[in-house]
């Protein structure tokens, strides 16, 4: 699509990647520029102010195929406190699943011929994948190909399908583009800061998005002042005066001696 944002919007919820001098960078900004987009996301946006015009696209069959899947790893996790193995491993196959369908077709392959008995080879090497070689280094007697290599696909004639990775980036992009289109609803109404599976928010959310259930937010606490410094450095002053800090990268033995003053 070509995309153009709203002139102006508090927190932009379309993101694309950008190379920068510090290199490639995820930014949510504002302007107008061409790229990939979920049709989901691009429906929400819309309520939002943004514009699209649609280049092309792939269609896909839509289906709540992981369903059972994802409700037995969440009822297992209820089962066992936080910390226990089993809490972990449940969350680690119900949070790692849509990853797995994103993941590229391609690897790396390295090869090593030495010159004296494996010339034939290396030539018939070249011939075949010489438009996948990335590298190729001497060293010594040996010469390296470095290459890229296509997932092993197997053919099943019972299913009439072909097996390797088993990705697909509908999949990936579909759960993706949900995750952000229900972070959309809190940032740009109740929002002071936000993380990947949190919000700060300046009232009460509604009361759908409250509960027990896969999902829903859970009220951790109320906090009466609140300073926010960057991505996972925070601090809070709760209702009855207790103190959090939050620092990414610091050790809880140091966090002690850092009060919220300090980072206000």
């Known amino acids: 699509c070509k ?26 900004g504002l302007g107008s520029w061409e790229g990939w987009i979920f049709s989901g996301e691009m429906d929400n946006a819309i309520k ?35 910390g226990d193995p089993m809490n972990l491993v449940a969350k680690l196959l119900m949070n790692s699943l849509y990853g797995k369908f994103g993941m590229r077709l391609e690897s790396t392959q390295v090869n090593m011929f030495d010159i004296n008995n494996d010339l034939e080879l290396l030539n018939e090497t070249i011939n075949q994948y010489g438009e996948t070689i990335q590298d190729y280094i001497k060293l010594d007697n040996f010469i390296v190909i470095v290459r890229d290599s296509l997932i092993n696909y197997q053919y099943n004639e019972n299913e009439d399908m072909y097996h390797g990775l088993e990705v697909n980036i509908g999949i990936a992009s ?9 972070m ?4 740009n109404k109740y929002l002071y800061y936000s993380d990947t599976d949190s919000a700060f928010v300046k009232h009460p959310l509604p009361e759908f998005m409250v509960g027990p259930d896969l999902g829903q937010y859970k009220l951790e606490y109320v906090a009466k002042k609140a300073v926010f410094l960057a991505p996972k ?18 050790s809880s033995e140091l966090i002690k001696d850092i009060k919220f003053s300090d980072l206000e």
Do not use: C
């Open 174 to 182: 579909a759960v993706t583009a949900g995750g952000r289109m229900w």
């Open 3 to 28: 995309i153009t944002s709203p002139e102006f919007l508090e927190h932009p919820i379309l993101q694309r990647r950008i190379r920068t001098i510090s290199g490639m960078r995820t930014i949510a």
């Open 233 to 250: 450095v925070y601090g809070l002053i709760l209702e009855d005066g207790t103190e959090i800090i939050k620092i990414k990268g610091v």
């Open 184 to 187: 959309s609803v809190v940032k």
């Open 48 to 82: 939002y102010g943004y514009q699209f015009e649609i280049l092309k696209g792939y269609q896909f069959e839509k289906g709540y195929i992981f369903k059972d899947y994802v409700t037995e790893m969440y009822n297992l996790r209820l089962k066992y406190p936080k």
